[in-house]
């Protein structure tokens, strides 16, 4: 049975991710060599289909690979979407996450609620978010990845 505190642990192994994809945004190649090896190591883009929904997308608002998803959290010259800004090199000096729930089974599980991204400034973004995971060789991935901002009904 995968536990709460697997997912805990999982939720910060990918948040200290993020930030430091961010830490690397002058060091184009380490950037992309960090960023490429947190996704393999953080999603399940090996075994199969991963549905990620980013938050800040418009136009491809799914993204179905590894190099949508990469290009995604660093854009780049060679982007695979055009409308990519890089989210992960904003960059972000702390995530921290809220779960409103958890569903645990012996090789799945979710997590919903609210993240936060803290900049630069310290100013906080929250983005709501469902990930599900999947239990592969004794490691959390992610196969489901939806993230959206909070409704504004202005």
């Known amino acids: 049975m995968i536990t709460k505190d697997q997912v805990m642990s999982a939720q910060e192994e990918w948040g200290a991710g993020v930030v430091k ?13 960090y ?9 399940a883009f090996e075994t199969g289909q991963v549905l990620f929904k980013p938050t800040k997308c418009a136009d491809k608002q799914f993204r179905a690979s590894k190099v949508e998803a990469m290009s995604y959290f660093i854009a780049g010259d060679d982007r695979a979407c055009s409308e990519d800004k890089g989210f992960a090199i904003q960059p972000w000096t702390k995530v921290r996450f809220e779960n409103t729930g958890l569903i645990l089974d012996a090789a799945r599980a979710i997590a919903m609620g609210n993240y936060f991204f803290t900049d630069l400034d310290g100013n906080e973004a929250k983005v709501e978010y469902t990930f599900a995971y999947q239990m592969i060789d004794g490691e959390l991935k992610i196969d ?11």
Request: proline share 6%; charged share 30%.
């Open 35 to 43: 960023t490429s090896d947190f996704l393999d190591e953080r999603y």
């Open 144 to 154: 489901v990845h939806h993230s959206s901002f909070p409704y504004n009904p202005t």
């Open 21 to 33: 994809i961010g830490s690397l945004k002058e060091k184009r190649a380490e950037c992309e060599a």
